[in-house]
């Protein structure tokens, strides 16, 4: 049976991340207890963040799929963001613990035992979250998860970090100084920290109703552009993204001497052609005679 990006929705993977989070908890934390490296004790420190984010991204996936209800009338799907936020909010907190962690180490060098284990063993973790994130990634896209794609995006820089270490370790082994695992560590950790704050970052630009991506935009100006007549304009037009929902806003201009029942036609097949072009669009488009305009932009209106 071939599975498909769309088989693997965002409960699965997630439920999948938790999975390997656990094991590479284990397999890296025996790598730092073989070795005593501080730049695999980063890394395990941040495989238990990988654990917290994917059970609290698995926990907002399930809130954002709740119905519309008396309180939430246009849904939940903005809980995604909220997973986002939080699982920046946790590197942030790891990258400070890993920098503390090997400051002491400078301070306090402290030879490295049986690298050849501790390598092996951080390798084949990183290999399990590459393929992970792999799939993520891909379904992210099809499924338009926040979540998922905030934890994809995360497993990736643990795979970095993993690689940073291995480099680090690998120099050591060579070269004989000590100082190379805590500065790679710290390396690591200022990595970790980009990599926070830019969840952080673009969690609330999602709570803050950002516009769609120019391609979505493109997609409903040439919808938009097939309608157009001497007889039908279309102005005011704004877009916004709520979690995996995308809305878009318009007024519709054409004669007033049409029949509504007439405009409301037109007005349906404009909607479903939009919907068409644009998978999880909602569309709601005022309808005015074409001698009415909205101000909306007048100052007023913004009372």
Known sequence: MKWTAQDL??????????AVAVLTIALKT????ITQSVGLLSDAMESFVNLASAAFALLMVKIAKRPADDDHPYGHHKAEYFSSGFEGLLIIVAALGIIFAAVQRILHPQP???LGWGLTLSVLSSAANGALAWLMLRSAQVHRSMALEADARHLITDVWTSAGVVVGIGLV??????????????????NILREGAHLMWKSSQ?????????EVREAIDKTLAGFKHHTIRFDHITTRRSGKRRFVDMHMHMP?????????????????ALMSAVPGLRATIQLL???????????????
């Open 256 to 272: 007033g001497a049409w029949t509504l029942g007439r405009a409301a036609a037109v007005r349906t097949d404009v909607e479903q």
């Open 112 to 114: 490295l035992d049986q």
């Open 9 to 18: 929705t965002p409960e699965k993977l997630l439920r999948a991340s938790i």
């Open 289 to 303: 005679p074409s001698n009415v305009e909205a101000h909306f932009d007048d100052e007023e209106d913004l009372i």
């Open 30 to 33: 025996l790598a730092w207890w």
């Open 173 to 190: 082994a060579l070269v004989g100084w000590q100082w190379l695992d805590p500065a790679v560590a710290i390396g690591v950790a200022l």
């Open 206 to 214: 999602g709570l803050m109703d950002e516009a769609l991506e120019p």
